[in-house]
């Protein structure tokens, strides 16, 4: 029998038919004897000074088993910020608000009783006295520092830089475009929203968690509490979705562990939808000004950058977040002068932190943007505009002008693909032919070329084990956790592929700190690039062990040895020895934790719309979606994240923004009011994909898991633009119908 | 709270009388929402779905009585035929669920100026059967709303049922949202042709304080069906005529600025949509669709 290998095949999802039976369990299912509900009470100012809060009414409630704010608990830990974020002390975020609140939502004080509904009642008779202070909720006047959020400190966390400036460049450029582009706040929207369940025993407590990375959560409480990392047990049951917005510790995390601990009772919190529009964390909100120099054959000689990165009330995981754009900024192109600047702003809103593309869908939108303002300006077809200026094949790795060092790529094969499977040609043509006799709609085609930047921070690893069982199971642990992707399919994909053996003998461990005590998380598509090859590495080395073992066993060179479906075999004889067996009197068992550099994944969409001429009504046609994520594991879990990815793109581009008015205070509450796209939304969807391996992982995958949100949202806007003729004045994000409509009726 | 069920119309008219502040309870729809939110805290809530009466309709002096209490996937599936145009908008409410629930008379009770199916009870010229213990009285719709969630049902009173006359021709509904569905309308327009008395029937959605009738635009429409012998000739409307009642329909709103849309998009795209319908409505008309 052959080499058996499950790589490239889509085996069914291990994970459906628990969802299908309704049979997975999520965090709020967790029934916990004893448990208490928390309720928070959350600001209603966006700024302002909290004089008091006033807990005796809610205290005095029959069935309130406590009410709480910052002042009965002198000893609240401050929120953690995560590693990599750059925050002063004195703008820490404090798990219930201090003295002032900065945002409309912002916990003030927790309510705890036995029950949720009599929570609730309670929190509804805390009353805060709050003074209001003038609130700033644009980025742009917050770095002024007119309004101050914590005075005497500017409102300007941090300024970083890439490159230097390039105004010799501008000055002297044949062709300077410039555009100013505004990427709005969005919620990322996981059907579960937020839960936690805290158990306490002893001095050990137990975290029941929607999270996506537990390893961390479980450093990050025991630092906050001062306690030894083994005494938290940190257990990720299903998860319904995180979209990177579930892989910090919140606030309300440090206040539920904290009162568990206080009390000795289990406590929990489940949040509801309108906390988590104002109370979880939102994603994007830059203001970003471009200037994109080229010479007149469209050769670009330069690119500017300041962006002002709206990172919300508290500097946390957004902070860094808008580093990524800056990173990212010069895309797949060669740009020989680059000069980005990123500042990061609080201003009086929610925080912001990661959301599925975290600084890359920003950076690809001012860039795709910028050039098809460029193309419209030279009169260039924006995808000659694009071919002439991609980076080369043979040029990889390459190194780009902001320090990130792109593994591989073939960005005009990607391209060139996308045009065809779009008929671009056809479309191009049926373009002119409305333009010039003027019947039918007008008809847009827009290109997004995107990079993406897969693995997570440079240089981190993740932890993977694989464990033979004597039976001749075998267990594989990943400090990866999933919130629906399919880990446990392809990680025993993965597995069974380096034993060589049968799929079904492999499963899959995630998600419990007991289990799995070290590791990193799922965040940044990096699960299979950085997770994956670590369980391939830890499968060899186990596999080297249990031939080492054979050759003893069964006393024969190595080289003697057969191996095949999980059974060593003496060449030429009968005799033989399985992988259980080896296991039988040792443990047999290899760890790994891998640290491939970061993979850079690209495609290019191309979008098809068509506009009502007289309201303004955007009709999106078609969607070709060509990705390259390198060598593909389970074609049928990439196409799963290309389909939702490019759906949140396209509530990007289309529907979705986070409104707050002057006051701060958030006009979105509900899903009523916050536009998700639905089902009746969804163009025709045309996914197709180049392969350039990764050269720097065992199986040749890069990361697949954002693709979509990144590429989706130009290619739609620019097919809009194209529409419209190139007009592209108020076409902000989210486009609707009535800014297409503006557009229209100014050149009727 | 305290929740009554009562299992007759004669039971639920007398719980109303003994607790006129108590909230009725149809679909659900827009009260739960409302109390989940925490937007209102009735005292008593009076759970209407038990009596029958109101889940059913029947012909009435040749019209349809419409229990207040018919759900919207039955008003699709029973209904198209005579009353195409509440047909119509009912299909564009909420998704299947809703529209399983949710319910005409809830609409009419929530009185919000977006609410789907009052446009074409407007432009039908609906009239709204209320009743108490005391007696019943019915009211034009265009009477019933007052304000923005507002209408003039005494505490005693609840919606009884919906008076429609059967449609003599086409009608038309049209909606305009942020998105394909599931959506609250930026501004909708509904239209009804009525051939054997002459007339036209419009309703505005969305764009006013209260579900609103464009009254020129019916006249203007009416005065060129008449004068060129339309109605009889089946001839072609002319583009102007089309254009000019778009004009005046638009003209007829009274909408806002919101997050939803301006004031300015809402009335230019209802003169776009009652183009458009009338368009649909008249090519109907005219055998050609
Ligand atoms: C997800 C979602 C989507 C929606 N989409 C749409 C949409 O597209 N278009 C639209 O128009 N609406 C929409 N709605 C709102 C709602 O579904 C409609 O307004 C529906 O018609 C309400 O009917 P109901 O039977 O559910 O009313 P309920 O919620 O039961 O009642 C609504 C109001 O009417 C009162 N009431 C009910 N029956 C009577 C009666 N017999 N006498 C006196 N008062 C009464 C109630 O007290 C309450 O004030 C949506 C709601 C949701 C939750």
């Known amino acids: 029998m052959g080499h058996r290998s499950y790589v490239g095949q889509s085996p069914p999802r291990r994970e459906d038919p628990g969802l299908v039976a309704g049979a997975h369990r999520y965090v709020a299912d967790i029934v ?42 002198p000893d609240l830990p401050v929120t953690p910020a995560p590693p990599r974020a750059e925050v002063p002390p ?110 306490p025993d002893g001095d050990d407590i137990t975290v029941h968690v929607s999270h996506q990375a537990p390893q961390r959560l479980r450093q990050s409480l025991a630092r906050s509490f001062g306690i030894e990392a083994e005494l938290v047990r940190v257990i990720v049951p299903h998860v319904g979705g995180a979209f990177g917005a579930k892989s910090q510790t919140y606030p309300e995390y440090i206040v539920i562990a904290h009162l568990a601990r206080k009390l000795g009772r289990p406590v929990r919190w489940i949040e509801d939808r309108r906390e988590a529009f104002a109370g979880a964390t939102h994603g994007r909100g830059q203001t970003q000004r471009l200037r994109l120099a080229a010479d007149r054959e469209g050769n670009l000689l330069a690119l500017e950058a300041l962006v002002d990165a709206d990172i919300g009330a508290y500097p946390h995981t957004g902070e860094f977040i808008a580093a990524n754009t800056g990173w990212m900024l010069s895309g797949p192109y060669t740009i020989p002068h680059l000069h980005v600047r990123v500042r990061a702003v609080v201003t009086n809103t929610t925080p912001t932190a990661a959301y599925r593309g975290a600084g890359r869908p920003e950076a690809a939108y001012a860039l795709e943007r910028a050039l098809d303002r460029l193309a419209h ?62 019947d039918g709609n007008p008809l847009g085609i827009g290109i997004g070329s995107y990079i993406e930047r897969s693995g997570g921070q440079e240089g981190s690893t993740e932890f993977g084990s694989v464990t033979i ?37 492999v499963s899959v461990i995630q998600g419990d700190t007991d289990e799995v005590p070290v590791g990193v998380g799922t965040f940044g598509s990096r699960s299979m ?13 186990a596999l080297e062990e249990a031939r080492l073992r054979a050759s003893a066993h069964l006393e024969v060179a190595e080289a003697d040895l057969r191996y095949d479906d999980g059974r060593f075999t003496v060449v030429g004889t009968d005799r033989s020895v399985t992988l259980g067996q080896l296991a039988t009197e040792r443990a047999l068992s290899a760890q790994a934790e891998f640290g491939p550099p970061q993979a850079f994944p690209f495609g290019t969409y191309v979008a098809v ?104 949202p130009p290619a739609i806007v620019n097919a809009i633009v194209d529409a419209l003729g190139g007009r592209d004045e108020g076409i902000d994000l989210p486009v609707t119908p009535e800014k297409v409509w503006l557009v229209l009726s100014r050149s009727d | ?22 909230v009725p309870l149809a679909g659900g729809t827009d009260l739960l929402v409302e109390l989940n939110f925490d937007r209102r805290r009735p005292e008593t809530i009076i759970d209407l779905t038990r009596v ?76 709204i059967e209320l009743a108490a213990t005391s007696g019943t009285r019915v009211v034009p719709v265009e009477e019933f709303c007052i304000a923005p969630k507002r209408n003039v049902l005494a505490p005693d009173e609840l919606i009884a049922a919906i008076h429609m006359p059967v449609a003599t021709g086409p009608q038309q509904f049209s909606k305009i949202g942020t998105r394909n569905a599931m959506v609250i309308a930026v501004a909708s327009f509904a239209l009804t042709l009525d051939p054997p008395a002459r007339s036209v029937g419009t309703g505005i959605g969305s764009a006013g304080p209260v579900p609103l009738r464009a009254t020129e635009a019916e006249r203007f429409l009416e005065g060129v069906l008449d004068e060129e012998g339309l109605w009889d000739s089946r001839g072609q409307l002319s583009e102007g005529a089309v254009a000019r009642f778009g004009q005046l329909a638009s003209e007829a709103s009274r909408p806002i600025d919101d997050v939803r849309g301006s004031a300015a998009y809402r009335r230019h795209s209802l003169g776009v949509m009652a183009g458009r319908t009338l368009a649909w409505a008249w090519d109907e008309y005219r055998g050609t669709l």
């Open chain 1, 469 to 505: 069982e004597p039976d001749g199971t075998v267990v594989a642990r990943s400090g990866a956790t999933p919130q629906g992707q399919g880990h446990a399919t392809a990680f025993a994909q993965v597995v069974a592929s380096a034993l060589e053996v049968e799929l079904d003998r």
């Open chain 1, 377 to 438: 300006r030279l009169g260039a077809d924006p995808a000659e505009l694009r071919l002439r200026n991609f980076i080369d094949r043979n040029e990889f790795p390459y190194r780009s002008p902001t320090g990130a060092v792109y593994d591989s790529g073939d960005h005009a094969a990607a391209l060139r693909l996308a045009l065809e499977r779009a008929g671009y040609d056809d479309a191009r043509a049926e373009q002119r032919r409305r333009r010039t006799t003027g």
């Open chain 2, 1 to 22: 709270m305290e929740v009554l069920q009562p299992t007759s119309w004669g039971e639920a008219l007398a719980a109303k009388e003994e607790h006129p502040g108590a």
């Open chain 1, 529 to 541: 690039q950085v997770g994956g090859s670590s369980l391939h590495h830890a499968a060899h080395d």
């Open chain 1, 609 to 712: 719309v068509e506009l009502d001429r007289d309201t303004g009504d955007i009709s999106l046609e078609k969607l070709v979606a060509v990705d390259d994520c390198g060598i593909v594991i389970n074609p049928k879990l990439v196409e799963g994240q290309s389909v939702g990815s490019i759906i949140q793109g396209i509530g990007q581009a289309l529907y979705e923004q986070v409104v707050f008015d002057e006051y701060g205070q958030p006009l979105m509450s509900s899903l009523m009011d916050y536009s998700l796209p639905t089902v009746a939304e969804l163009p025709e969807l045309v996914l197709d994909q180049t392969v350039t391996p990764n050269p720097n992982v065992p199986l040749g995958n890069k990361g697949a898991g954002e693709a979509g949100c990144i590429g989706t």
């Open chain 1, 90 to 199: 004195e703008m820490s975020w404090p798990a219930l608000a201090r003295d002032r609140v900065r945002f409309a939502g912002q916990p003030i004080a927790v309510v705890l009783a036995a029950d949720r509904y009599t929570a609730e009642d309670g929190a509804e008779l805390v009353f805060a006295d709050i003074d209001p202070l003038e609130a700033v909720i644009d980025p742009g006047p917050a770095a002024s520092d007119e309004v101050m959020l914590f005075e005497p400190r500017s409102n300007v966390v941090s300024v970083r830089e890439f490159g230097a400036p390039v105004d010799d460049v501008m000055d002297s450029a044949p062709v300077v475009v410039e555009t100013i582009i505004r990427n709005e706040r969005l919620c990322p929207t996981s059907i579960e929203t937020r839960g936690i369940v805290v158990v």
């Open chain 1, 32 to 73: 916990v004897p004893g448990c208490l509900d928390a309720v928070f009470v959350r600001s209603f100012e966006a700024h302002g000074l909290l004089n008091a809060v006033d807990l005796a009414a809610a205290q005095s409630m029959e069935g309130i088993v406590g009410a709480y704010s910052a002042g009965e608990l």
């Open chain 2, 52 to 127: 029958a009466e109101l889940n059913e309709w029947s012909h009435v002096n040749g019209g349809v009585r419409l229990g207040a209490g018919v759900d919207y996937t039955r008003v699709i599936a029973e209904l198209a035929s005579e009353l195409p145009g509440l047909a119509i908008a009912s299909r564009t409410v909420g998704s299947p669920q809703i529209r399983n629930r949710g319910t005409v008379g809830g609409n009419l009770g929530t009185s919000s100026p977006a609410g789907d199916a009052l446009p074409p009870l407007v432009a039908s010229g609906a009239r």
